[in-house]
């Protein structure tokens, strides 16, 4: 978990996110066609409480198979999908993590119904708030919890064309999403409830419901025409010091059906809804193929959809998604469809971890004392009165000034006094030791040509070692012409070493070019760091007794190759081999040319197939033979100088 710190609260961490992976239920909606033609138009089966299978339209012989965490038939009852997909996430919640579920599947398979269900088949929902408010009821009396205090507030939004509206005030039109500095997804300005217990939840869901964009189509009399999320936060706050905070969020989010408009009849205003659906339904697809491929950038930001499932997704959210399905033949499609989303989402790994933060005592409402408060209250009275004073005091009057002084001290609260004695004292030495103030312009200006002024001088000094290092480049320069003249051996040469980058491998350059890469160097190289390269790096000087001219009239020069001992290279590969397979996050991003995204890449193949078994492994996640091989020299000259 990333630190977060400011003046108020201070973020603790990190704790180690523990991967989790997205949690796939499926859900046979009851056959709704006369009962004579039900074994005839019937394309899907259950095989058991994880497996069922779907005949192929064209050939009745022919079935495929899927496999899942769950998979509930028609007869499964609203009871039994909450408890065996949705309860046993709830409790993370108030250990600060962030959970969401969301119904997914085409138009008419039920998943209102799913999340909502009616008053004597209850869904998702109204379950879950009703044993979270239950929850945190059995935590707040337990003795462990005596300092703790729970609060639950929840909003619910809807996204209406590609626009986020705030179901319970629908004044708040086109809400924006935004990413905090730790990456957390919010949405500005939308209308919080507090919820107590589940009178209150009922009181702020049913009217927002009703503000929800439904319309009716040849499929559906009430189909939704946008995708509701509602957020149901839950805060534990520490009464005690330090102050900790745990906040966990729960989406639950009824999506609203991918609809084939031949079928729909959908026309004007519908045939806008469906595209707007269609479109963000299809983001959110490329979005779980961006997760499984591992591909560098995963398009949530180009649909609002995506943007808010980010946490979900591939993010910090214990995630389950119950995808809803038709038996109909006519359904076939769409049920394919549905079960090749399903099957593709069930192989994303969430990092789920604890958002904890820490309140200072100083900001903690509990701590502010009766007197600071009086004084905090007398403090402006104060100010505004001593300016009174000052207004209606005449220049003639024969009374000292320091009396006045202490006639207007005597006057306020004693605990006043005393603050504001010490605050003089602290300007008073904060003057004698002639600090700057920029309280007027002409101060201002006079810092600031004093700046100036020191910045010249800095510019003066530059210059004048500029001009040395160009003098000391220059003797370089005439001690290489004069060593390769008398085809002396470069290490007799007294010309260090690292102070020339040599010639690339191969490469013919002419003189005058060879004298443009010669580069002066500010600082020596450490002997210690020296001493350890020349004892793992051997320098073989390939020179040319004669030099040949080519056919373009440039001279071949002398050219170095930089050799790896033995021992060394396999020790380098070893350690880091041992990095990659059990290496953190941050370990990994230590090496070279190892990147969040590559780190990540890493740890997401580690935990699927097990360790590296050598380095060049790498190239499974992406990463080019000629990638691994710069990467092992990298590293390996980084152990050795380290």
């Known amino acids: 978990m990333a630190k977060r710190v400011s003046m108020m609260d201070q973020h603790l961490g990190p704790r180690k996110a523990t991967p989790a992976r997205v949690r796939v239920a499926v859900r046979l909606r009851p056959c709704m066609d006369h009962e004579d033609d039900k074994t005839q138009k019937l394309c899907v089966r259950g095989l058991d409480s994880q497996t069922l299978e779907i005949v192929n339209w064209r050939n009745q012989l022919e079935t495929m198979q899927y496999q899942f965490d769950s998979f509930y038939g028609d007869n499964a009852s609203q009871r039994e999908v909450y408890t065996g997909s949705v309860c046993p996430i709830l409790p993370n919640l108030l250990i600060g993590q962030n959970a969401s579920v969301f119904a997914y599947g085409p138009t008419g398979a039920g998943k209102t119904h799913t999340m909502l269900g009616n008053p004597n088949q209850p869904g998702v929902i109204p379950r879950a708030v009703r044993d979270l408010l239950q929850i945190t009821r059995t935590a707040a009396s337990a003795p462990e919890n005596v300092n703790w205090s729970f609060t639950i507030t929840m909003s619910y939004v809807e996204i209406y064309q590609e626009k986020v509206m705030d179901l319970l005030d629908p004044k708040n039109k086109d809400l924006p999403i935004r990413e905090d500095k730790d990456h957390n997804i ?13 009178g209150d939840f009922d009181e702020h869901f049913i009217p927002a419901s009703q503000n929800r964009t439904v319309a009716s189509t040849k499929l559906n009399d009430r189909s939704s025409r946008s995708h509701a999320v509602l957020l149901i936060k839950v805060l534990k706050s520490q009464q005690i010091s330090p102050f900790r905070q745990l906040t966990g969020k729960l989406y639950l989010i009824d999506l609203a059906g991918s609809e084939d408009n031949r079928r729909t009849g959908n026309q004007g205003i519908r045939l806008k809804e469906s ?5 963000s339904l299809f983001t959110l697809s490329k979005v779980v193929d961006a997760l499984n491929q591992g591909l560098p950038r995963i398009p949530y930001r180009d649909s609002k959809l995506t943007r808010l499932l980010q946490d979900s997704l591939g993010g910090s959210a214990h995630s389950v998604m119950i995808t809803n399905i038709a038996p109909e033949h006519r359904y076939y499609f769409d049920t394919l469809t549905a079960l090749n989303f399903a099957a593709k989402s069930k192989q994303i790994i969430n990092k789920p971890f604890s958002q904890e933060t820490t309140q200072s005592a100083a900001a903690h409402p509990a701590m502010k004392r009766p007197r600071e408060e009086a004084e905090a209250a007398a403090a402006p009275c104060a100010r505004k009165k001593s300016k009174t004073d000052s207004a209606e005091e005449s220049p003639s009057s024969s009374m000292d000034a320091s009396v ?11 605990g006043v006094v005393e603050r504001l004695l010490k605050l003089d004292k602290i300007l008073t030495e904060k003057g004698m030791k002639e600090s700057l103030l920029l309280s007027t312009p002409k ?31 220059m003797e370089a320069e005439a001690r290489l012409d004069r060593s390769n003249s008398s085809d ?18 191969g490469r013919n350059t002419s003189t005058a070019k060879a004298k443009k890469v010669l580069r002066v160097l500010p600082m020596q190289v450490n002997s210690r760091v020296q001493e350890t390269m020349e004892e793992g790096i051997t320098v073989i000087e390939k020179k040319q007794r004669k030099k040949q001219v080519t056919s373009g009239g440039q001279e071949n020069e002398p050219t170095w190759e930089v050799n790896m001992r033995t021992d060394l290279m396999e020790s380098g590969r070893e350690r880091i081999l041992k990095l990659l397979n059990g290496g953190s996050m941050k370990e990994l991003k230590s090496l070279q040319k190892i990147g ?3 780190a990540k890449l890493i740890i997401g193949w580690r935990e699927v197939n097990g360790p590296f078994n050598k380095v060049e492994d790498l190239s499974s996640i992406g990463i080019s033979a000629k990638q691994v091989s710069s990467f092992l020299k990298a590293n390996i000259l980084s152990i050795i100088a380290s």
């Open 186 to 198: 919010l949405i500005p300005g939308v209308t919080q409830k507090t919820v107590n217990s589940f």
């Open 275 to 279: 595209g707007a659906i269609n479109s």
């Open 404 to 414: 006045k002084r202490k006639l207007k001290l005597a006057s306020l609260d004693p």
């Open 443 to 473: 101060r201002e200006r006079i810092a600031l040509l004093k700046k100036w002024e020191e910045s010249q001088v800095e510019i003066e000094k530059l210059k004048e070692k500029q001009k040395e290092l160009e003098q000391k480049a």
């Open 488 to 505: 002396c051996n470069l290490s007799d040469s007294s010309v260090n070493e690292s102070t020339f980058r040599a010639p690339l491998r």
């Open 596 to 598: 969040e995204k590559k």
